[in-house]
């Protein structure tokens, strides 16, 4: 089972620009979809977006799309979520899964890293 650890959470202001990493190890990325989800203090894990094992195919949230990027490099067993124009209600812990791109669901994403925080202020 592939192992998975996010890295590149802060805090930021509102309009700031995040990139988070994820890096995988004890399996084969290129093989694995791959998706981003986060969660907010007292609230349930919704998905972010995942992308395709080749990255040809990227999947987002309503609520990131046109401010957030998925991209993979799968030579460095690394997934990666740039997040532009960042805005409070973005805050919450994000975590990458590994599992299938379609409709964003929990269920179809098994193997969660730690999670790494990420803080926007107003």
């Known amino acids: 089972q592939v192992q998975l650890v996010e890295s590149g959470g802060g805090l930021v202001q509102a309009g700031d620009s995040l990139r988070l990493s994820c890096a995988a190890s004890?399996?084969?990325?290129?093989?694995?979809?791959m998706g981003w989800f986060r969660q907010a203090p007292g609230k349930e894990r919704e998905g972010v977006g995942c992308i395709s094992n080749t990255g040809s195919r990227t999947k987002y949230a309503d609520s990131v799309k046109g401010r957030f990027t998925i991209s993979r490099e799968n030579a460095k067993n690394t997934v990666y979520l740039q997040m532009n124009n960042l805005k409070p209600e973005d805050t919450g812990i994000y975590y990458c899964g590994a599992g299938l791109c379609q409709g964003l669901r929990r269920s179809d994403f098994t193997s969660w890293g730690q999670g790494t925080q990420v803080t926007v202020s107003a």
């Open positions: 004890g399996g084969t990325l290129s093989a694995i979809n």
